[in-house]
């Protein structure tokens, strides 16, 4: 092991000091505490800490051409390389050690170009969702893809997990506003795929292949993503129902009116508790669950009769809330819920098909019973998107590893998914976090097929090695 990590920081040394040779300017941080930071992403940011490792060395590239002279110099010197957005990934996919290096697209911000009248935006990565949106403001357009993390996620890291968010029942996950992309690949090549319109079907669709690669087949340097008008109208509308059965069972009235919400949320009846507690609300005053609608576009007022009319004859308690509320709501939708610091727990992002949603909230109970664990979900109910938590009381017989009845639970849950035609995940990645999930649902002849596109590309693994699948 001592041979091991000495080998580990020789090369890194070497690989500083020729990048540093070849590449006159480009920022490189050394290896050591300053650098913890960039080992871990949201997901893992405890066993990064708790670990003990010395941070990895991190290139900081400033234009394509460094992305490409930092991965062609790693691939010389068999140094491999964890792509990095702003780190807020869920999945582990970020994670690095020592011996590896970090290429990280915090410093390639630029918006190079808005075309209203192509209804596109030409952006580097390391631009972050809100501030793409704000710069859109003046032209009158929006980027559509939502994470709820958008005030701190980056396009590179939405590209790279094909992240979704709340819009994604009108307006789709990341993938559909995405036309083209200049990737750097493990060669340290720079190649464009897609196209600058918005039809274009030469070749194959690699656009697609790179989006949702979790950074092992490349490196975006740009994308051409799609932009739609921002809406003349929005309008908040919220249904409470008396039990999270009810309020599933409501869920179907939405899709079977005439109207297509931008966003469908759904909170479960301990969602509600959890949310009350850590952010101050009565929630829970107002019902046991609750279907959050955002609805857009011209007529609003018609769309907001027609929800209502559905939604009450469902049994919901349906209210048009007033702009300052509707904003509210939201906030404590994207971040109004706490992580139980004094318990165990898991949080998942499994998807079924949104007719499916009763069947996995209606499981909860008995996989409750079976191990000893608590489950809630708040979910995109409109695409069918989950974001489970599954807790369990610490006892002093724990010691510093969660029970296996935790994971056994997720696993579980994850396993009804399935079997309702769903999958692992729905937005946030495989990473390190779900590979074994990830074996569960696809089948070895398909996984095969995926490593050979990843050796095809990337045949020195030197791209985000033992990462997505």
């Not at 050591?32 to 800490?49: F, L, M, N, Q, V």
């Not at 107002?286 to 049994?315: F, N, V, W």
Request: glycine share 10%; net charge negative.
């Amino acid at each position: 092991m001592t041979t091991q990590l000495t080998d580990e920081h020789t090369s890194i040394r070497t690989y500083v000091q020729d990048l540093r040779r070849r590449v006159e300017g480009i920022e490189i941080l050394e290896p050591g505490t300053g650098t913890t930071r960039y080992s871990h992403d949201a997901a893992t940011a405890k066993t990064a800490a708790d670990s003990g490792n010395l941070g990895p060395a991190v290139v900081l590239p400033a234009t394509a051409a460094q992305v490409q002279a930092a991965v062609k110099v790693a691939a010389e010197l068999g140094v491999t390389v964890v792509p990095r957005g702003a780190g807020t990934g869920l999945s582990g996919g970020a994670t690095a050690q020592p011996g590896q290096v970090v290429i990280s697209t915090e410093k390639l911000t630029a918006i190079i170009e808005v075309s209203p009248l192509d209804e596109v935006a030409v952006v580097e990565p390391g631009v972050i969702n809100a501030d793409l949106n704000k710069h859109l403001e003046h032209f009158g357009l929006f980027y559509a893809p939502d994470p709820a993390s958008f005030d701190i996620s980056s396009i590179g890291g939405n590209i790279a997990t094909n992240a979704g968010g709340l819009r994604c029942a009108k307006y789709g996950v990341t993938r559909e506003s995405i036309l083209s992309l200049d990737v750097v690949l493990a060669d340290g090549s720079l190649i464009t795929v897609g196209h600058r319109s918005i039809k274009g079907v030469t070749g194959l669709d690699l656009t697609s292949l790179f989006v949702g690669s979790e950074g092992i087949l490349g490196i975006v340097t740009k994308a051409t993503v799609r932009l739609r008008p921002i809406p003349v109208a929005r309008k908040t509308v919220s249904a409470f129902f008396n039990s999270t059965a009810e309020g599933t069972d409501g869920l179907a009235a939405i899709t079977l009116s005439p109207v297509r919400p931008a966003a469908i949320e759904f909170f479960d009846t301990p969602s509600l508790a959890n949310i009350d507690a850590h952010s101050g609300t009565n929630l829970r005053d107002r019902g046991a669950a609750l279907i959050l609608i955002e609805i857009d576009g011209y007529g609003i007022g018609d769309q907001a009769a027609d929800l209502a009319t559905a939604l009450s004859a469902a049994g919901g308690r349906v209210t048009v809330e007033s702009d300052d509320d509707g904003v509210r709501l939201w906030e404590l939708r994207r971040s109004g819920r706490g992580l139980p610091q004094d318990k165990w727990y898991i949080g998942e992002d499994i998807a079924v098909p949104k007719s499916q949603l009763p069947k996995v909230y209606a499981a909860f109970p008995a996989l409750e019973a079976r191990f000893g664990v608590e489950i809630s979900a708040v979910s995109h109910a409109g695409d069918g998107n989950l974001h489970p938590l599954i807790t369990k009381d610490k006892t002093p017989d724990d010691g510093t590893n969660p029970p296996a009845s935790l994971l056994e639970a997720a696993t579980e849950l994850v396993k009804v998914a399935l079997s309702l035609g769903g999958t692992v995940t729905g937005e946030h990645g495989v990473g390190t976090i779900k590979r074994e999930w990830a074996a569960l649902e696809l089948s070895e002849r398909s996984r095969e097929v995926q490593h050979a596109i990843k050796a095809a590309i990337d045949p020195q693994q030197t791209l985000n090695p033992g990462k997505a699948i």
